[in-house]
């Protein structure tokens, strides 16, 4: 087809799921309230750590900017995800498709880089506690949270225009977001370089992060092993926990889907596992480092003491 007898598409169309009748509005809720307790949760872990000086530590401050990015990255899709299922399919316009693309990636991305700058974090803490502070000093903690930012926003322009100069022919978005793959479906030319170089490039970036991730959590075993008490050893692994947790569910979701068998895509469940680190990992993240930690269940405790004196003063 020559794509350029084709005519500029200003609106795209997302499918979303294939759910009618009751199932649709159940699905609708379920999501829903997902939804607000996702942003309730980060919203929590974030005026937590500014309120309580005993969270003003480099760790929390990573996982308040976690947080942060989380707010963002769940916004970027689940309302588009609520449009379709309450209304069906649903109209967007190209300019705010791509930018929904670019934000959802950019986000994302932002993420996977955080996630390797706390295990170096943890590395610091546990390897070299005596150079700790030193070495992740405010200044530097604002630098890292900083680049991490850049790097992520950088990243994501290669997926924006691997997408958003390609001529389309057809409108429906087989997803309930803008993502790369189901745009490229839509196209009226071979996107098969394209979505060569897209799976190269994010299959690089996550196993460059996770190996060093894996590197880094070597040292740390390598160092608790060396401690003297059991009690010492607990304590060490415990602050770990929660971040492998939260690597292993993000990191594991992205790579089946983007870089992941064609079958996944082929059968449209790119969009169950797109479920998974778009809405279910932002919602488990700060449930993992609230509910397993007990800094923040005793931070909480003492805000919640300022608070109700407060509130009794006269």
């Not at 989380?70 to 930018?99: D, K, M, Q, R």
């Not at 060093?212 to 070597?218: D, E, F, Q, R």
Request: net charge positive; glycine share 6%; aromatic share 12%.
């Amino acid at each position: 087809m020559d794509h350029f007898n084709h005519t500029w598409i200003q609106t795209f169309i997302m499918a979303g799921f294939n759910i009618s009748g009751r199932l649709r509005y159940l699905a609708f809720t379920g999501i829903l309230c997902i939804y607000l307790l996702t942003l309730a949760g980060n919203l929590f872990i974030i005026v937590l750590v500014k309120a309580d000086s005993g969270l003003s530590t480099p760790m929390y401050f990573f996982i308040s900017v976690l947080s942060f990015l989380e707010l963002w990255y769940v916004s970027s899709t689940v309302p588009t995800l609520l449009h379709t299922l309450l209304h069906g399919s649903s109209p967007i316009p190209s300019a705010l498709c791509f930018t929904q693309l670019y934000v959802f990636h950019s986000f994302g991305v932002t993420e996977c880089y955080l996630l390797c700058v706390m295990a170096l974090d943890r590395y610091l803490a546990i390897c070299l506690p005596l150079r700790y502070h030193a070495l992740m000093s405010t200044q530097v903690q604002r630098w890292l949270a900083g680049v991490t930012g850049i790097m992520g926003f950088s990243s994501a322009l290669v997926s924006v225009s691997l997408t958003a100069t390609l001529p389309f022919c057809l409108r429906e978005v087989d997803h309930y977001f803008c993502d790369v793959e189901p745009l490229m479906r839509l196209s009226c030319v071979d996107t098969g370089w394209r979505a060569q170089v897209f799976i190269l490039m994010v299959g690089f970036l996550n196993t460059c992060l996770v190996v060093v991730i894996l590197g880094l959590y070597a040292g740390i075993v390598k160092a608790v092993l060396k401690l003297p008490s059991a009690a010492s050893r607990t304590k060490a692994f415990s602050t770990c926990s929660s971040h492998i947790i939260v690597v292993t569910l993000f990191f594991g979701s992205a790579w089946i889907v983007y870089v992941g068998p064609p079958v996944v895509r082929a059968e449209g469940r790119d969009k169950l596992m797109s479920l998974l680190y778009s809405s279910l990992t932002p919602f488990l993240n700060p449930i993992i480092y609230t509910l397993r930690n007990k800094e923040v269940k005793e931070a909480f405790k003492r805000v919640a003491k300022r608070l109700k004196s407060f509130l009794k003063k006269p």
